[in-house]
Nanobody, 122 residues
Framework: VQLQASGGGLVQAGGSLRLSCTTS????TGWFRRSPGEDREFVAAISWSGEPTAFADSVKGRFTISRDNAKNTVYLQMNSLKPEDTATYYC????????????????????WGQGTQVTVSS
């Protein structure tokens, strides 16, 4: 399984970014983030089928996750960004078929992308 994350950048507070995770196939996928000095934390996840999805409380209502199966790409749409959203964002894929399972913990994923930096200025 290969993953390529992209779409990070510098944005002002209140702005939006869309991250993309392009994989070599179709897998249950998650997004995690890590800030300097902090542990990696769960952000969002989507099942193989596209439903259900799950979000961390800190991003619920601001972020959405979706997938375009024709492009083997999962998107993380981030709106109303806050300085505390600043982090390196990683996508992860679980290399098995599980129609409606979602995975919230990093240990459940066996494939990781290289990370994309998101910086939100105040």
């Amino acid at each position: 399984v290969q993953l390529q994350a992209s779409g990070g950048g510098l944005v002002q507070a209140g702005g939006s970014l869309r991250l993309s995770c392009t994989t070599s196939g179709r897998y249950p996928t998650g997004w995690f983030r890590r800030s300097p000095g902090e542990d990696r934390e769960f952000v969002a996840a989507i099942s193989w089928s596209g439903e259900p999805t799950a979000f961390a409380d800190s991003v619920k209502g601001r972020f959405t996750i979706s997938r375009d199966n024709a492009k083997n790409t999962v998107y993380l749409q981030m709106n109303s960004l806050k300085p505390e959203d600043t982090a390196t964002y990683y996508c992860a894929a679980k290399g098995l078929f599980a129609l409606t399972e979602i995975y919230r913990y990093s240990y459940q994923y066996d494939n990781w992308g290289q990370g994309t930096q998101v910086t939100v200025s105040s």
